[in-house]
């Protein structure tokens, strides 16, 4: 069965620097989706990125990117010249199944807190 | 477009007290999924239905939770009799059911159980 692992309960980064959440998996599988979900308080889980595990380019969305390391099985998301928006719970999650029918393994999640 | 819709937002029961949560998907997603987050937890699935059709409840509780999803529209969740342990945010998301399409999540019910 596939495990997501954040190690991270909380993280803390000023206004403007870059800070990094980490993310490890495991999986016998070689064909698979990963995905950090932002979750501010009180308000919906959204997507922030999604990295395919046949591409080797790491994902890119504006201020948010991937390392995705397939073979240690790691996917850590950079956040670039945090903003005040950008606190919120992170949660790294594993698409289990097929485009037509999948499920997502979630990890325990990391709290972002910004520092104005 | 509209989002999910989620309702109540806050529910606070007596436990052995029955509960049901109410879910709107957007317009045109056939896949919907019911999920479970305790405090300090990731999301974890108790039931999907693509269509008005049980795809996996395998993680659902079934003594005393339950779920339908009558038209293939809407969905209930319903919990009896209720549990301190259940005191948790119930998500429902939804998704089209073709190819890769991310799942979109409505903001919830919080559920307190006394």
């Known amino acids: 069965a596939q495990t997501v692992t954040q190690s991270q309960p909380e993280m803390s980064v000023q206004e403007a620097e870059t800070v990094t959440l980490s993310c490890t998996y495991d999986?016998?599988?070689?064909?698979?989706?990963l995905f950090w979900y932002k979750q501010p308080p009180s308000r919906q889980m959204i997507l922030v990125i999604r990295?395919?595990?046949?591409k080797q380019q790491n994902a890119t969305e504006n201020r948010f990117s991937v390392n995705f390391q397939k073979a240690a099985k790691s996917f850590s998301l950079k956040i670039s010249d945090s903003q005040l928006g950008d606190a919120a719970m992170y949660f790294c999650?594993?698409?289990?199944?097929?485009?037509?029918?999948?499920?997502?393994?979630w990890g325990a999640g990391t709290k972002l807190i910004i520092k104005p | 477009e509209a989002g999910v819709a989620q309702s109540p937002r806050y529910k606070i029961i007596e436990k052995r007290q029955s509960v049901a949560f109410w879910c709107n998907p957007i317009?045109?997603?056939?896949?919907l999924y019911w999920y479970q987050q305790i405090l300090g937890q990731g999301p974890k699935l108790l039931i999907q239905?693509?269509?008005?059709?049980?795809?996996?409840d395998s993680q659902l509780p079934k003594d005393r939770f339950s779920a339908e999803r009558l038209k293939g529209v809407d969905s209930t969740l319903k919990i009896q009799p209720a549990k301190l342990e259940d005191s948790a945010v119930y998500l429902c998301?939804?998704?089209?059911?073709?190819?890769?399409?991310?799942?979109?999540f409505g903001p919830g019910t919080r559920l307190t159980v006394l």
């Open positions: 317009s045109g997603h056939a896949t």
């Open positions: 239905f693509q269509n008005n059709g049980v795809v996996d």
């Open positions: 999986t016998s599988e070689s064909d698979y989706y």
């Open positions: 998301a939804s998704r089209y059911q073709r190819g890769y399409n991310e799942q979109f």
């Open positions: 999650a594993y698409r289990r199944g097929t485009d037509s029918n999948y499920q997502l393994i």
């Open positions: 990295q395919e595990a046949y």
